[in-house]
């Protein structure tokens, strides 16, 4: 049986991790986590934490944890048809979930804006997922991560996918929090991410993949009342969400470089 987290572990309340330099980098990358516009805001053109997928700062189930995944890299990734670091999937996310790639033809010097595997934040985010899993083993994956997915005999085609009747889902199960408009309702001191337009991820993100994002919708959404929606409702809603416009990712082109552009990743060109 997976716990399901609900409270998360909070390093900034943390009384045993002390005031070593790699404790203050652990406390940072949790800020960064669960607000990274204001605390790397040179590597977030959007409006999205890493917390707003990855809830709870990471720690609840069936909603992207991160808690225990430092020791699984290096790990091939099909995308970058490469082993990557930790590093390495934490500056991917930088700059397609976070859009970091927005800033560079705002700059005089546009390297200004690209996060590397040496970039102090990205450091400051992988102590934190390294502190999340201390204690777990090393090369072996925990029994949590991937279970955002739905069955693959469970996906319904593409070109099957109803954005009308995943809008109409849209705007019954999910308005409330997310706004007709996809850009968030603040409800005290909690926004949902933006899911589309300038603020959002762009259209290189994990999330712009339709069964991709159905997953996370199917099992971690709504946020009060997560699996409640079905393996069929969750794709349509996922389709009417990428179906709208977001940033573009420049170098879209290099992704897939050794196989097939995934079905569901529908941004990119064919």
């Known amino acids: 049986m997976v716990t399901a987290w609900v409270v998360p572990n909070n390093p900034l309340e943390d009384k045993t991790l002390g005031n070593s330099p790699l404790a203050e980098q652990v406390r940072w990358g949790y800020r960064i986590f669960v607000d990274t516009p204001k605390e790397a805001a040179r590597f977030t053109g959007a ?23 430092a020791g699984v890299f290096p790990e091939y990734n099909n995308r970058a048809a490469r082993l990557i670091s930790l590093a390495d999937r934490v500056v991917d996310c930088f700059l397609r979930s976070e859009n970091a790639t927005r800033h560079v033809a705002e700059l005089a010097t546009p390297g200004e804006a690209v996060p590397t595997t040496s970039s102090k934040e ?6 934190y997922l390294a502190w999340l899993s201390k ?61 589309w337009g300038d603020d959002s991820w762009n259209d290189g993100a994990g999330a712009a993949r339709v069964y991709t ?8 959404m709504p946020y009060l009342d997560p699996g409640s929606l079905s393996d069929e409702d969750a794709q349509h809603v996922a389709a009417y969400i990428n179906a709208q416009p977001r940033p573009p990712y420049p170098f879209k082109d290099r ?15 064919r």
């Open 47 to 69: 409006k999205v934490s890493c917390a707003n997928c990855h809830l709870n700062a990471g720690q609840r189930d069936r909603a992207l944890p991160v808690v225990g995944v």
């Open 122 to 127: 990205v450091l400051a985010v992988q102590a």
């Open 135 to 195: 204690g777990y083993a090393v090369g072996q994956s925990p029994p949590w991560r991937g279970r955002n997915a739905i069955a693959q005999d469970k996906l319904i085609p593409i070109d099957r996918l109803d954005v009308e009747k995943g809008k109409a889902l849209y705007t019954e199960r999910c308005q409330s929090c997310h706004a007709a408009d996809g850009q968030g309702v603040q409800i005290g001191d909690k926004k949902a991410g933006p899911l």
């Open 213 to 220: 994002l159905a997953g996370i919708i199917r099992y971690a």
């Open 255 to 269: 992704d897939y470089p050794e196989s097939k552009i995934p079905v569901d990743a529908v941004y990119y060109k």
